[in-house]
């Protein structure tokens, strides 16, 4: 059984910063991808960036590039997300996942095994 818990969400103005954190726990996994997705009300889940074991491969979405960074600590069994330059739009559900390593596309929502129960971002203009 693995689970993941996301923390750090919140209120916060347009302009400013959070950052997300996701711990893993339970069964180990092997050299997995982490990603944080997002889905706001009314809208499908979305990828927002992803992040390869090593932390040598990542990837954002052209809607957070430049605001957002991915990042992770093995030792912790932590990823994270720094947001910063909050925008309203970027109001949502984050959640983030994990995939084991099959070769396939990070960015889909298909290739990710485990799901966090998501934790609520709400930027006010």
């Known amino acids: 059984q693995v689970q993941l818990i996301e923390s750090g969400g919140g209120l916060v103005q347009a302009g400013g910063s959070l950052r997300l954190s996701c711990t893993t726990s339970g069964r180990t996994l092997s050299r997995h991808f982490m990603g944080w997705f997002r889905q706001a009300p009314g809208k499908e889940r979305e990828f927002v960036a992803a992040i390869s074991w090593s932390g040598l491969i990542t990837d954002h979405a052209d809607s957070v590039k430049g605001r957002f960074a991915i990042s992770r600590d093995n030792a912790k069994n932590t990823a994270y997300l720094q947001m910063n330059s909050l925008k309203p739009e970027d109001t949502a559900v984050y959640y983030c996942?994990?995939?084991?390593?099959?070769?396939?596309?990070?960015?889909?929502?298909?290739?990710?095994?485990?799901w966090g129960q998501g934790t609520q971002v709400t930027v006010s203009s």
């Open positions: 996942a994990a995939a084991i390593p099959r070769g396939s596309s990070y960015t889909q929502l298909r290739s990710y095994d485990y």
